[in-house]
Antibody, heavy 116, light 112 residues
Framework: EVQLVESGGGLVQPGRSLKLSCAAS????????MAWVRQAPKKGLEWVAT????????YYPDSVKGRFTISRDNAKSSLYLQMNSLKSEDTATYYC?????????WGQGVMVTVSS | DVVLTQTPPTLSATIGQSVSISCRSS???????????LNWLLQRPGQPPQLLIY???RLESGVPNRFSGSGSGTDFTLKISGVEAEDLGVYYC?????????FGGGTKLELK
């Protein structure tokens, strides 16, 4: 059974940093592109970052480019999202997702609240 | 970026009723490899999204066959043939043919 379990969320002040983790199991992690998608409270879904199977290629929307860094450790079947210079508009539930034929499996999500 | 427009934004249905949701894309979602990367997701209250349909019409394992997807190019439809109580929530279409992934605005299915 495919499982994705996020951790690392919480309350953080504007301008500070936070690192999210996603532990994967039930599939060959190194064979899949992985992504982070977020959902602000009562809002829709927004793609945040994607990483290739080896980690050599990463992709971001302009809204987080230069502030967020996606990475992975295939030996540990883990995905990460380093978030720096956080803003109030980054407040959201963050999901890690596997890219099969498009986003297929999703984690339960982790809440990040940016507030003073 | 590709814009996906979902209609209607809200759908009221009775148990057993059949309903359809439309997802219209600002450009063709046919990939150069011949696939069309258009998926449908359901997000139940308080839950993460779950995959229902991938590649326009392929039913994800374990998803009831009352769900079906159709369409091509820029116009796509999700149909539920006989709504059940567990189907309530927000439905999203998502495309991954063109970078970046983009999502429709969602359709909330509620009981009438």
């Amino acid at each position: 059974e495919v499982q994705l379990v996020e951790s690392g969320g919480g309350l953080v002040q504007p301008g500070r940093s936070l690192k999210l983790s996603c532990a994967a199991s039930g599939f060959t992690f190194s064979n899949y592109y992985m992504a982070w998608v977020r959902q602000a409270p009562k809002k829709g879904l927004e793609w945040v970052a994607t990483i290739s199977t080896s980690g050599s290629r990463t992709y971001y929307p302009d809204s987080v480019k230069g502030r967020f860094t996606i990475s992975r450790d295939n030996a540990k079947s883990s995905l990460y999202l380093q978030m720096n210079s956080l803003k109030s508009e980054d407040t959201a539930t963050y999901y890690c997702a596997r890219r099969g034929e498009g986003p297929d499996y999703w984690g339960q999500g982790v809440m990040v609240t940016v507030s003073s | 970026d590709v814009v996906l427009t979902q209609t209607p934004p809200t759908l009221s249905a009775t148990i057993g009723q059949s309903v359809s949701i439309s997802c219209r894309s600002s450009q063709s979602l046919l990939h150069s490899n011949g696939n069309t990367y258009l998926n449908w997701l359901l997000q139940r209250p308080g839950q993460p999204p779950q995959l229902l349909i991938y590649l326009v019409s392929r039913l994800e394992s374990g998803v009831p066959n009352r769900f079906s997807g159709s369409g091509s190019g820029t116009d796509f439809t999700l149909k539920i043939s006989g709504v059940e109580a567990e189907d309530l929530g927000v439905y999203y279409c998502v495309q991954s043919t063109h970078a970046p992934w983009t999502f429709g605005g969602g359709t909330k299915l509620e009981l009438k």
